[in-house]
C-alpha cells in the first residue's frame, strides 16, 4: 500500500486498462441514481465512456489516497464539426462555435468518492487536467440539477 494523495494522468492508449477502475468508481458515486434513473445506469455510462476514450486526444487524471482511487476527471478535444453547442439558447458568433479539432477541450466527467468531497480535490482534479492542455479553451456541461443540490447545502 502506498501513502500520501497523488494524482495520475493517463491516455487513449491506457484507456482499456483504466475503464474498470473508472466504472467502479462511476458505479458507487452514481448508485443512487441508478436505481431511479436508467440515465445514470453504469452500463449507459460504459457506453459513454467507450465514446469518449476512443477520441483522439484523450485524457484523464486520477486521484489517489494512498491506493484509494477517489476521483477523476476526463475529456477529449471537440472534433470539427461538432455538434456541442448545438443546444444553446442565445445566437452566437458562428465562428464562435466553430470547431478545429484543437480549439475546444470538452471536459466530460467529473467525480470525487464521497469520503473525498469537500477536501478540494474535483478542483484539483479539474486543475491538474486542463493544466497542460494545449486547446485554446475548455467545456464542461453540468446538470443544472446538480448545481441546485450544491448550492442548497
Known amino acids: 500500500m502506498t501513502t500520501g494523495r497523488a494524482i495520475r494522468h493517463y491516455t487513449g492508449d491506457q484507456a482499456p486498462v483504466l475503464r474498470p477502475l473508472l466504472l467502479d468508481v462511476y458505479t458507487e458515486v452514481y448508485a443512487d441514481a441508478a436505481r431511479t434513473d436508467p440515465f445514470a445506469s453504469p452500463d449507459r455510462f460504459a457506453e459513454g465512456l467507450d465514446?469518449?476514450?476512443s477520441r483522439p486526444g484523450w485524457?484523464?487524471?486520477v486521484?489517489?489516497?494512498?491506493d484509494q482511487p477517489v476521483g477523476y476527471a476526463?475529456?477529449?478535444?471537440?472534433?470539427p464539426g461538432s455538434r456541442w453547442w448545438g443546444g444553446?439558447?442565445?445566437d452566437v458568433p458562428a465562428?464562435?462555435?466553430t470547431e478545429t479539432g484543437t480549439r475546444t477541450y470538452a471536459l466530460s466527467e467529473l467525480m470525487v468518492r464521497t469520503p473525498w468531497r469537500k477536501t478540494g480535490t474535483a478542483r484539483r482534479l479539474h486543475d491538474t487536467l486542463l493544466t497542460h492542455r494545449p486547446e485554446?479553451?475548455?467545456t464542461l456541461l453540468v446538470d443544472q440539477n446538480h448545481?441546485?443540490?450544491?448550492?442548497q447545502r
Do not use: E, F, M, N
Open 63 to 66: 486521484g489517489y489516497d494512498g
Open 95 to 97: 465562428d464562435t462555435i
Open 88 to 90: 444553446l439558447l442565445t
Open 59 to 61: 485524457s484523464c487524471v
Open 147 to 151: 448545481l441546485l443540490r450544491l448550492g
Open 74 to 79: 476526463y475529456g477529449a478535444p471537440l472534433p
Open 51 to 53: 465514446h469518449w476514450t
Open 136 to 138: 485554446q479553451r475548455a
